[in-house]
């Protein structure tokens, strides 16, 4: 059965955001986000409402995917289905109609994450062409585990915007998209940061945003030395001397990145893993 299909654009701001609530209802874990979340969300992470899609029965809104794109490149998230309209292949539909869409974008490839446990998810974008890229993690340190310590020399507090720049050449790999240097600029408001420098030369950054009961990882990147994890580790532990009693996480870090073994030594340990899939626009 054929649904009609629209862009998310012609629903309001708080309407998607439910849509997004309903599909997620039963989700592997929590999803519940306010009309306000949902738009911030969509303006850090380049989600273009025009060119995202609503799935409808009748009058009904049932299913969507969000859409995002920088330059050539496309990013999918927030696919979902509400529960009575599952195994209907509202998905799918939706899916292929973002695939036939992107050569007239000029989107050479497509992105998305799915979790591990997500076996009836990752079988869809693996239908649909979508090949395995690497793995990413969710980093959870739990409240409580850490004690205060002073900064260590070299440490200072910074200015995110002042920064931003520098990480690309520090990277090891390609960052995720919720993690790339575009997403971090639009999350500047509210980021907040420490860096290292040794004999006047910045070696490495972490990004951080204070929530209630966490410390928000943004990102933790230090470039080539001999002292990397050393470096990495002040770094962390600057965060968290902040305020020793909040928890903290760090959402999609590439498994490969030799600064997990950082988090995991400050007692984070690996929450959740999820599987990068790519599709080339052909």
Not at 9 to 38: C, G, H, I, K, S
Not at 41 to 52: L, N, R, V
């Amino acid at each position: 059965m054929a649904y009609t299909l629209t862009s998310a654009a012609d629903l309001e701001m708080p309407r998607l955001a439910d849509l997004l609530n309903r599909a997620y209802v039963d989700y592997f874990f929590p999803v519940q986000m306010t009309p306000a979340q949902f738009a911030q969300m969509c303006a850090e992470e380049d989600i273009s409402p025009e060119h995202s899609l609503v799935a409808w029965d009748d009058d009904q809104p049932v299913g969507l995917a969000l859409f995002a794109q920088r330059g050539t490149r496309g990013w999918i998230s927030g696919v979902g289905v509400r529960p009575p309209w599952r195994r209907r292949g509202i998905a799918t539909q939706i899916l292929r109609r973002i695939q036939a869409a992107a050569p007239q974008l000029g989107i050479t490839s497509l992105t998305l994450e799915a979790l591990t446990q997500n076996h009836i998810g990752l079988h869809l974008y693996r239908s649909l062409g979508f090949a395995r890229r690497r793995e990413l993690l969710v980093l959870l340190l739990e409240r409580g585990k850490l004690t205060p310590q002073p900064l260590a020399d070299g440490i200072t507090p910074i200015a995110p915007a002042a920064m931003l720049d520098l990480c690309p050449a520090w990277y090891d790999s390609p960052r995720p998209w919720q993690l790339e240097p575009a997403t971090l600029r639009h999350r500047l408001p509210h980021t907040l940061g420490f860096g290292y420098r040794e004999e006047g030369t910045w070696l490495g950054v972490v990004f951080y945003h204070a929530q209630a009961q966490n410390q928000v990882i943004y990102d933790l990147v230090v470039g080539p030395h001999p002292r990397r994890l050393e470096i990495a580790t002040a770094l962390l532990r600057a965060v968290h001397s902040v305020r020793p009693r909040a928890g903290g996480y760090f959402i999609n870090c590439p498994a490969d990145d030799p600064l997990v073994e950082v988090f995991l030594k400050l007692h984070y340990h690996i929450w959740q893993r999820q599987t990068e899939l790519s599709w080339l626009v052909p």
